[in-house]
């Protein structure tokens, strides 16, 4: 039976971590991320259903620190699917730092309230298949997330997700100035901050902006998810330059 380079790399990854850890995950873990693997922007045009996420984690630190929930919305054509959000706090044992509390105000019974770390995982795979990722600074997400996966399930996976942090000021190089957070966008644009770090809220604020961003993106002539992703890593390198 053949496989694919990547399909070879990721089991070639998972034996290497296996034998490293001792940690074993099973054939549901490796079905459920083969079938829900995030869908990479391509020429999936705009109207493409979409999923904007967001993670509470115990801190900044993407060596050290660990997710502690995870915060979902879908976005189709019609708007904001409201009915179907997803949102799940991890039931796990973490040193929650007082900064941390303060600012994502979970706490030990909280997580021990919460769903285990595998079956969030698993949920939240089947919530996104074949949607397209976003999320606002996507590149600490990324790693969380992908830090989080091999963490609980003994996997790897990367998502690609488009960062809207760049999105924006890509569409509205004019605001991109003074305006560099997610409380900044929301603000210009009078987007209602309903309870900033929480997962859920943060990812339905995002989305709130992000239709505002499809919108510009189509009356300047975008019509596909990969040209916007293309851009946007444009515009990252472009920022990286300047700084």
């Known amino acids: 039976m053949h496989c694919s380079w990547w399909q070879f790399l990721k089991r070639y990854y998972t034996a290497f971590q296996s034998q490293r850890t001792g940690f074993h995950p099973d054939r549901y873990a490796q079905q459920v991320l083969n079938q829900a693997a995030p869908l990479i922007p391509a020429d999936q045009p705009l109207g493409h259903p979409a999923m904007v996420f967001d993670l509470e984690t115990t801190g900044l630190d993407t060596r050290t620190d660990t997710v502690i929930s995870i915060g979902a919305v879908r976005l189709t054509e019609q708007g904001i699917a409201l009915g179907n959000s997803f949102y799940q706090v991890l039931d ?3 040193d929650l730092q007082g ?3 303060l600012i994502h105000g979970l706490t030990q ?3 021990d309230k919460g769903c285990d770390p595998r079956q969030a995982l698993f949920d939240f795979f089947h919530y996104s298949q074949n949607h397209i990722w976003l999320a606002f600074h996507a590149e ?5 997330l992908k830090n989080a996966v091999l963490q609980h399930l003994g996997l790897i996976i990367d998502p690609q997700p488009i960062d809207i942090a760049y999105l924006a000021p890509l569409l509205f190089p004019e605001l991109a100035t003074s305006h560099s957070n997610l409380d900044d966008w929301l603000q210009v644009f009078n ?6 770090h929480n997962a859920a809220a943060d990812a339905l604020a ?3 902006l992000l239709m505002i ?3 510009k993106a189509q ?5 596909t998810w990969g040209e916007l992703q293309n851009a946007c890593l444009q515009q990252r390198q472009i920022q990286r330059f300047l700084s």
């Open 92 to 94: 796990i044992q973490v």
């Open 99 to 101: 900064e941390s509390q």
């Open 109 to 111: 019974k909280d997580l």
């Open 140 to 144: 600490f997400d990324r790693r969380m």
């Open 191 to 196: 987007l209602p901050i309903l309870a900033r």
């Open 206 to 208: 995002t989305a709130e």
């Open 213 to 215: 961003l499809i919108n």
């Open 219 to 223: 009356q300047l002539g975008f019509k």
